[in-house]
């Protein structure tokens, strides 16, 4: 079992930047994928950015490239969501999920744990 606790959410004006933090704990395998999500009112969850937890590797979702970064420290058991020139349509609830497996690291079905989320609000 692994536990995920995010934080770092809040209300933002457009342009502003805001770090996530997801805590992680438990069993925890080093080729786990960390990954982060979002949901908008009224839509699907979405693939934002996924880190390979022991090589670095990562995946980013179209609307996020060249504006977000994920990272992890390896020692904290902590991944990070650095998103830089948020946009209004950036606003939604932000998910911390972990999983391994061989389904495609932007799937969510990939991802086995999940934290309770964290609300992020642009406004203009």
């Known amino acids: 079992q692994v536990q995920l606790v995010e934080s770092g959410g809040g209300l933002v004006q457009a342009g502003d930047s805001l770090r996530l933090s997801c805590a992680a704990s438990g069993r925890f395998f080093s080729d786990y994928w960390m990954g982060w999500f979002r949901q908008a009112p009224g839509k699907e969850r979405e693939i934002v950015a996924t880190?390979?937890?022991?090589?670095?590797?990562?995946y980013y979702g179209d609307s996020v490239k060249g504006r977000f970064t994920i990272s992890r420290d390896n020692a904290e058991n902590t991944g990070y969501l650095q998103m830089n020139s948020l946009k209004l349509e950036d606003t939604a609830v932000y998910y911390c999920a972990v999983g391994g497996g061989y389904r495609p690291v932007n799937s969510r079905a990939r991802y086995d744990y999940w934290g309770q989320g964290t609300q992020v609000t642009v406004s203009s």
């Open positions: 880190i390979n937890w022991s090589r670095g590797n990562t």
